[in-house]
């Protein structure tokens, strides 16, 4: 389903419980020091897209990055050199120079993007949490896993968890 305008590899970072919560009244529920490590390493020099919603979780716009928002809303004001869009589409069309733009939230864009990213970079906190953001169950008649690396929980880290890489079938 890649488009011309499409990026060389257009990724999904989200962490999700085994109960595939992924947050609560627009938060994170769990901190895990490595898996925020690893978010920035993986999207440092990158466009994010993100909705609404998630980029006004965060206190300001992350460093070293290009945001790029979707909303609905008309005149939506952000810092300067964030960029505004309506759609996935849109905003696809805005990071096309990216060769690997990462698409970080939330719920309802994660579902969307589904039909079109090729990499999936997945965190599974071995917990179940409650919450109202959920991520679908991913489907492995068109997703293949290509590498998984287990955490054990220690100081720094109150659950296990594991990272794992989904590809495209």
């Not at 890649?2 to 419980?17: E, F, G």
């Not at 805005?94 to 690997?100: F, G, H, S």
Request: overall charge positive; glycine content about 4%.
């Amino acid at each position: 389903m890649k488009t011309t305008n499409h990026p060389s590899n257009l990724s999904l970072i989200v962490a999700v419980s085994e109960n595939d919560v992924i947050g609560k009244d627009n938060d994170l529920i769990w901190h895990l020091k490595n898996d925020l490590k690893r978010f920035k390493e993986l999207t440092s020099g990158h466009c994010i897209i993100m909705g609404r919603k998630t980029f006004e979780s965060f206190p300001k716009p992350l460093p070293n990055r290009t945001h790029i928002v979707i909303t609905r809303q008309q005149n939506y004001k952000t810092p300067e050199g964030v960029i505004v869009v309506n759609s996935l589409e849109s905003a696809i069309k805005k990071a096309e120079l990216d060769p690997n733009p990462f698409i970080i939230g939330g719920g309802e864009i994660y579902k969307q993007a589904l039909k079109v990213v090729d990499t999936i970079e997945f965190t599974r906190v071995h917990h179940n949490f409650e919450g109202d953001t959920f991520f679908p169950v991913i489907n492995e008649t068109i997703w293949k896993e290509t590498n998984r690396i287990f955490n054990k929980k220690d100081d720094l880290h109150k659950f296990d968890f594991s990272y794992i890489t989904y590809k495209r079938r």
